[in-house]
């Protein structure tokens, strides 16, 4: 079985509205958003190895954010120019060309592609994963090549807006 946490980048700046897509950073709430989903997501009982993050400012700015909280440091990010997508096919593509070993990381990626992903993967109804959103899924898989839809269980899904402040637990697939 192999686990993945899909996260959606922290809100991102739109202060300079000639700056390219790829290059806006996070602002002020995204800066203190993703350190909390970092702990949030720490509490899980779950050991991430790796994050692969979308090249774009605002999902690197995320990764390192973040990361820490996840006991992982600069060595442990992975970026990865196939993930600035906002095509679920592309990330699922890149997923199922993953070596057999890749088994506990999380990916840092874009809407819509995110909430597509999710909801095809585990053939849920989530209408939108908000700016910093988690999703943790165990995929009934070995080999990454076999991924497909309904093949995973949706664990846990947060948000740094739930309504309660803390993680919404979805039980066991």
Known sequence: MKT?????????????????????PLNRRGRVDAPVMGRRLQEQPISLKQV???PAVRATETAEWL???????????????????????DILAWLRSL???????AV???NPAMT??????????????PTCGVVLMHLHINNWNDLGAGMA???YFDFPK????????????
């Open 4 to 24: 993945i946490a899909l996260i959606r980048h922290a809100k991102s700046s739109w202060k300079e509205a000639t700056l390219p897509d790829l290059d806006r």
């Open 52 to 54: 692969f993050s979308s």
């Open 67 to 89: 990361m820490p909280n996840l006991g992982l440091g600069a060595g442990n990010l992975g970026v990865v120019p196939a993930l600035y997508t906002f095509n679920y096919e």
């Open 99 to 105: 070596d057999t070993a890749a088994d506990k990381f």
């Open 108 to 110: 840092i990626c874009h």
């Open 116 to 129: 597509d992903l999710v909801n095809f993967l585990t053939l849920s109804q989530i209408e939108k994963i």
């Open 153 to 155: 269980g949706l664990v």
């Open 162 to 173: 739930s309504v309660t402040g803390k993680t919404i637990s979805l039980g066991a697939d």
